[in-house]
């Protein structure tokens, strides 16, 4: 049997990175893992010093993986789980999240959209004319920064990585999406005192490559999509660049980073504006995510 040799260790290599042009063994695997998410920090000045990080983990393999690994390089960080309230999804999503807990040795808060909001996400869908999907991550956003608001957090890291953010570029590409493309780069500033900067420490990494990682580290994760989700045109960027790179190795990082350095960083547009219930930056008098609760309590209210 032809066994392929470790790029780095000359041992045993069982991990073929071919857009990387790398074979590697699980050990070397984890370093380079570690690596990649390390460069990211250092590269894009994601964190330093001063530095209260919060973690959101959704229970899926991106943002455990990357609990796992900041972990593992001794950046401190406070791990919060989101729960939506979306039936059976949720729980599974929060237990993943206990476990992983469990195996790193860590706390993670659990935090209730319902007790923040006073309704669950389903209640505020109904009846608000917009997508399931549109009105939960609105609240979804909305929470997140209350809580890191209320617990001092000036960063934010979430499991965004490489696959994600490159299928969005080839979307927001073909439309012309200039707002969205700004939110694609790999840190979005904060404002002071308000929003916690946002980074996204594993945007060196794609799917192929945090499963591997997950797989080797037996992290916990949920292996299930909401079943709510309407990703599908997302999904088709996500193929077409899959079998791209498939053909071409290493065409979705030139995609993602090519772009990156011809286009400067994220523009602040940030409205200067604050909502007059939560505080936080609108065009509007009373920011959308306030909107679509006290519309839904109202109608609730009315029955
Ligand atoms: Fe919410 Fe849609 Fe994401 Fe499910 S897929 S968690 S409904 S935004
Ligand atoms: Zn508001």
């Known amino acids: 049997k032809n066994t392929m040799k470790c790029t780095r260790c000359k041992g045993e290599a069982t991990i073929r990175m071919p857009s990387h042009n790398l074979r590697l063994c699980t050990d070397c695997f984890e370093f380079y893992f570690k690596r990649q998410v390390e460069k990211a920090l250092k590269k894009f000045n994601m964190i330093n010093l001063e530095s209260r990080i919060g973690l959101g983990v959704s229970g899926g393999k991106d943002s455990l993986a990357l609990w796992q ?66 009105v939960c991550g609105t609240i979804k956003r909305h929470v997140m920064n209350r809580y890191v608001r209320d617990n001092n957090l000036n960063v934010v890291c979430s499991g965004h990585n490489l696959d994600d953010e490159a299928s969005r570029l080839l979307g927001n590409l073909i439309y012309q999406r200039n707002d969205y493309i700004k939110r694609t780069w790999p840190v979005l500033p904060e404002t002071e005192g308000i929003l916690p900067k946002k980074i996204k420490p594993l945007i060196r990494l794609d799917n192929y490559e945090i499963k591997t990682y997950a797989r080797i580290k037996k ?74 609760i006290s519309k839904a309590k109202d109608r609730l209210n009315e029955k």
């Not at 972990?71 to 919060?80: L, N, P, V, W």
Request: hydrophobic fraction near 35%.
């Open 69 to 134: 690994a900041l972990t593992e390089m001794g950046i401190e960080t406070r791990a919060f789980h989101l729960d939506l309230g979306l039936e059976d999804f949720s729980v599974a999503s929060a237990n993943a999240c206990l476990a992983m807990a469990e195996q790193l040795g860590r706390p993670v808060e659990i935090v209730k959209v319902k007790e923040y909001v006073g309704l669950n996400i389903i209640d505020v869908v109904r009846g608000s004319h917009r997508q399931f999907c549109s």
């Open 219 to 292: 992290l916990p994760y949920l292996k299930d999509d909401c079943p709510r989700s309407r990703g599908a045109t997302l999904h088709y960027y996500g193929s077409a660049l899959h079998q791209l790179e498939d053909n071409m190795p290493g065409i979705k990082r030139n995609l993602y980073f090519g772009y990156l350095k011809t286009n400067g960083g994220p523009s602040e547009d940030t409205p200067e504006n604050r909502c007059e219930i939560c505080g936080f930056p609108t065009r509007m008098k009373i920011c959308s995510a306030c909107g679509l």
